[in-house]
């Protein structure tokens, strides 16, 4: 939780405290870009470009409140910029060892907890066909666990749009799973 | 059976994936960049005000500014009274501008005069527009009557100068007047 006061702290051009900020806001930036990109490298760059930028525009929020929600849609916009860069992939290759990796995940009684490379092996392959929407729907909304309103807000759709573009990852990764395992 | 099933493996991915939070490894590391990179930028945009300061910050100063703005101040004035004087200017001379056909000089007509003959014997000789004729045709016509009234101005002046031979071309006109049958 960032307290308010540090926020208001920052606005006023205080960077000491603004490494207190980053301390704070980079893990649940990097969570998300991390789960959008498929890459850790990648989603280290994100969130420093990411804390850059929040230091930059910080002055333009409204109230501290409001700081959590604005944060998250600029790293969502840096990642949507990212993947509109990357060269989207048409075909989803077969990845042999990531699809006996879910494979022995499902098959397996508990859950278990996936390394950094498993688990971007695994986001890779599940989400490489999503658009750049739903790829961010489905990180916030079944990895993050953020509600609808939320998401709404840090993408800036509608909460129609959300549900639609949830609809379809699920759809897209459900017939992915069908057709490979 | 298998929708369940497809469904069921759905949701253990999403619930591995959702247990399995990226591990940020070093993260004073991305603080420490992220730090840098803004008394970085800072730096540099320090530099950048400096020297924009050294070009322009002489506007600063208080009796220059107030001089600045008494300089624009006056520019506006006369500019405004320029605009209003040329405009005044112009509206008398578009009230001066009377044009009669006698004032076009033959021989020395230029090509604006041209034009404006041009204009009036259009303007007279179609009002119903039955006639119609080029340009060129009337420039023709023009041309012809200029010609005409250099080379009869002599004979004109003769004829002026002998009353017997005036009333002899009257008279000859006026009976050529009777034989023209009316139009």
């Given at each position: ?25 980079t893990p649940?930036?990097?969570?998300i ?8 490298d ?12 929040i ?22 916009n ?20 990531a ?5 022995n ?8 907890e ?35 309103n ?32 | ?67 600045l ?14 605009q ?48 119609k ?51």
């Amino acid at each position: 939780m960032i307290e308010k006061e540090l926020i208001e702290e920052c606005r006023k051009g205080d960077l000491r405290n603004f490494r207190k900020v980053v301390e704070k806001t980079t893990p649940m930036i990097f969570s998300i870009a991390f789960r959008m990109l498929g890459d850790e490298d990648t989603a280290r760059d994100i969130v420093q470009d990411t804390m850059v930028t929040i230091w930059q525009k910080l002055s333009r929020i409204k109230t501290a409140d409001s700081y959590k929600t604005w944060a998250y849609r600029v790293a969502v916009n840096k990642c949507y910029d990212h993947l509109r860069k990357q060269k989207r992939q048409k075909e989803n290759r077969y990845d042999d060892q990531a699809w006996a990796i879910i494979s022995n995940h499902i098959s397996e009684e508990g859950i278990t907890e996936l390394e950094n490379k498993e688990n971007a092996q695994i986001i890779n392959l599940l989400t490489n066909k999503l658009s750049p929407k739903q790829k961010a729907v489905f990180v916030l909304s079944e990895l993050e666990e953020m509600p609808a309103n939320e998401i709404a807000e840090i993408t800036s759709m509608t909460r129609s749009a959300v549900k639609a573009n949830l609809y379809y990852a699920r759809k897209n990764i459900e017939s992915l799973l069908q057709k490979y395992l | 059976m298998k929708m369940t099933s497809e469904n069921d493996g759905y949701k253990k991915i999403v619930e591995i994936l959702r247990n399995s939070k990226p591990d940020l490894i070093r993260p004073e590391e991305i603080g420490n960049e992220v730090i840098n990179k803004i008394q970085r930028e800072n730096q540099k945009s320090s530099g950048l005000s400096e020297f924009i300061e050294s070009l322009f910050g002489w506007v600063y100063v208080g009796w220059v500014r107030r001089s600045l703005v008494g300089a624009a101040v006056i520019l506006i004035a006369v500019f405004v009274y320029q605009q209003a004087f040329i405009f005044k200017q112009v509206k008398n001379i578009s009230k001066q501008v009377v044009i009669t056909g006698n004032e076009t000089a033959p021989g020395s007509s230029s090509a604006l005069d041209k034009r404006l003959t041009l204009y009036k014997i259009s303007s007279r000789l179609s009002p119903g527009g039955e006639i119609k004729f080029s340009e060129s045709q009337l420039e023709e016509l023009l041309d012809s009557y200029y010609d005409l009234q250099v080379k009869y101005k002599d004979l004109l002046r003769i004829i002026e100068e002998d009353p017997e031979m005036k009333n002899y071309i009257e008279n000859k006109l006026n009976q050529e007047k009777k034989y023209k049958p009316d139009i």
